[in-house]
């Protein structure tokens, strides 16, 4: 992959891949000019990729208009793109036996690209990229899980596991009227209450329950609906009530495990035009040169420099079996299990030691927090301390390194 380096292209390009290889940059014109437009506002051209992450990523939290916040979250997407990929990368090649591929998992995890700004801090100084990867790794091994279990369930045993809130989360989304979701939402009751498997395990595979069963339910929501529903409510029929149970389905589906949406996408409801094509009339002039006369970041980027020497000088005065742990773990995406059968060990052991030594550097990071920061580490700041110690190992060991000395 060539790695993007001017700026323009860092934040208004995506990748494209075909069976797993990047076949190419994509570049989005609308966001392409939101970009040139800033760039020549801010009249510095020594501003680093950090800072303007950094920059839209608060922008993205003051705006108030969709609109506006898409602009910006557009901009951090593509910013984001080599992070995903590598991480992507990294997850399939850890779990080699899934079915999914690099390509998979990166719509997975940039379909969730939210939950990435939503939980990042730019106030502790960290790198997006860090926490990114760190939390991307984290969103595939989460939706693998959950799409392995998923995807097995036949129609009838996923409505037998969904929850009563993920249903109607996901036929609201669906954009069902309220009077619609309850009759739905009873018809699927009736289902649950009436078609219970004979056996209490090895539901994936739930067959379509039978004609009998099919009346049965049909005649358990006609009694419910006098009760539960407006007066005017019809009876259903069979053929009814399976269509709607199969419009539960999909719509849980769609709405557990969504498509990834592109920012070309044409704006709902209207014959043309896209998410991006109207940028806001004012520029946010005021706020840009707000982050470029404070000296804010480049007091974070210091405080960042500084937190990597001590974790740095802390990983090395640990033994070396320590270091080849943590590098086994981080660098080269071991689980403890993999680690536990290496070193012919328990799994409960290795994950001991890990936990020792994250307490070891929690210890030297507070320590130092105290001392320069004139920050008592309480437990709201251990607490964000220990997820930024994580994030920072992450990015730590994410580049390649040469194969780890054999444990003690």
């Known amino acids: 992959m060539q790695p993007r380096t001017a700026l323009l292209a860092i934040f208004s390009t995506f990748l494209q891949l075909e069976t797993d290889h990047v076949q190419t940059w994509a570049s989005d014109s609308k966001l392409r000019r939101s970009m040139q437009i800033h760039l020549e506002q801010s009249q510095k051209a020594d501003l680093s990729a950090k800072f303007w992450s950094l920059y839209w990523h608060k922008l993205w939290r003051a705006e108030f208009q969709p609109d506006s916040q898409q602009v910006s979250a557009g901009h951090l997407s593509a910013y984001l793109q080599e992070t995903c990929y590598w991480t992507a990368q990294k997850t399939a090649t850890r779990f080699s036996s899934s079915r999914y591929g690099v390509s998979d998992y990166f719509q997975i995890a940039m379909a969730q690209v ?17 926490y990114a990867s760190a939390t991307f790794a984290s969103l595939m091994r989460e939706t693998l899980r959950q799409r392995r279990e998923i995807d097995i369930c036949s129609d009838w045993a996923l409505l037998r596991k969904l929850s009563q809130k993920r249903l109607v989360e996901a036929l609201k989304n669906n954009g069902l009227p309220q009077e619609t979701i309850d009759s739905y939402v009873l018809a699927w009751t009736s289902f649950k209450a009436i078609y219970v ?23 358990q929501y ?46 709902p409801g209207q014959d043309a035009g896209e998410f991006l094509d109207q940028l806001p009339n004012t520029e946010q002039t005021s706020l840009l040169e707000e982050m470029i006369a404070t000296e804010t970041i480049q007091t974070r980027q210091n405080q960042h420099q500084q937190i990597g020497k001590v974790l740095t ?59 320069t920061l004139h920050i008592s580490p309480d437990s709201d700041v251990l607490k964000a301390m220990s997820s930024s110690l994580e994030e920072w190992l992450t990015g730590h060991y994410g580049e390649p390194a040469p194969t780890a000395p054999a444990l003690e």
């Not at 056996?199 to 049965?216: I, M, R």
């Not at 079996?321 to 689980?335: E, R, V, W």
């Not at 290795?350 to 507070?366: G, H, N």
């Open 222 to 267: 006609n009694q419910e609906r006098t009760t539960q529903l407006p007066p005017n409510t019809a009876a259903i029929t069979v053929e009814d009530l399976e269509a709607i149970l199969m419009t539960c389905t999909k719509a849980a589906r769609a709405y557990l495990y969504p498509s990834q949406i592109s920012i070309n996408t044409p704006r």
């Open 197 to 219: 498997p004979e056996q209490a395990t090895g539901t994936q595979k739930l067959e379509k329950p039978g004609a009998a069963v099919w009346v049965a339910i049909a005649t």
């Open 313 to 371: 000088a802390a990983i090395q005065d640990l033994d070396q079996p320590s270091q080849s742990l943590l590098q086994l773990y981080y660098s080269q995406a071991y689980t403890q299990q993999q680690i536990a059968e290496k070193l012919e060990m328990k799994q409960y052991t290795i994950s001991r030691r890990l936990t020792k030594l994250r307490k070891t550097l929690l210890t030297a990071l507070a320590t130092w927090s105290q001392d």
């Open 114 to 130: 939210d939950k990435i700004l939503k939980g990042f801090n730019s106030d502790q100084g960290f790198n997006l990229q860090n």
